[in-house]
């Protein structure tokens, strides 16, 4: 009995001491430091991380935008603004993206540029919002799992600011045709338009990292 004992430990040190990891290898050596790190804070509170830095990121995004809107078509006009609803471009986010390695992107059932088409699970939060805003009932900012690495954090988009409707209103009455002629020059698949004040415009979709997350942890 005793000797199986031994035989048995040698053979899990020898398979221990066989584990692929490459000596030296610095990609596995910080996948594992990170892994320790992780296990040290609790879910809840990684979550709770992705919930503050979701929020500051979509407003910081959220008010840059619609200072930017105002000012460049309170200066130059509608038709100058119109490429300026890409917050993306924006040096500020920028900067509160880079803090958490962040992708931010805006989806919506009814875009404007295809590349906002919301992916599976953007799709069923989506709904949810939807669902949310034809029925009265409160839509709050929403953080879930989505892999072993990444949170996601999303927040409804409502068309609460009447310069939005410039650009994302009626058509003839709220848009002009001419600037309706543009939009659709560079949008050809243009659906997002019709809408107005109060209506749920679309959502908020940031990627997390939860390392960073961490890193970032007070
Ligand atoms: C001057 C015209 C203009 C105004 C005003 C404007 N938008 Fe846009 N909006 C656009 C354009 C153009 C796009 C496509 C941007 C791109 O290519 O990323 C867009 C895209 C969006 C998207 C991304 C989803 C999609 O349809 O592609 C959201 C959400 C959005 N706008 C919300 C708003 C809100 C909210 C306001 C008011 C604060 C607003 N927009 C005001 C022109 C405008």
Known sequence: MKHNITI?????????????KP????????????????????????????????????KVAQSSLASVLVEKIQSEGVSAA??????MAFPLVDSVAT?????????STRMRNTEDKPDEIESEILDAYEYASENNLPMEPNVQEISDRVILYTKPILLSNPVCLNCHGNIGTDITPENHNQINSLYPDDS????????LRGMWSIRL??????????
């Open 23 to 58: 000596i030296g290898d610095q990609e596995a050596i910080k996948e594992e430091i990170e892994n320790r790190e992780i296990k040290r804070v609790t879910k809840a509170e990684i979550l709770g991380a992705a919930s503050k830095a979701g929020d500051q990121i979509a």
């Open 82 to 87: 119109i490429q300026h609803c890409n917050v």
């Open 192 to 199: 997002a338009t019709g809408y107005k004040i109060g209506d």
């Open 8 to 20: 048995f430990s040698t053979l899990l040190i020898l398979q221990i001491s066989c584990s692929p």
């Open 99 to 107: 803090i958490y390695d962040a992708e931010i992107r805006r989806v």
């Open 209 to 218: 990292l939860k390392k960073n997350l961490i890193q970032n942890m007070d």
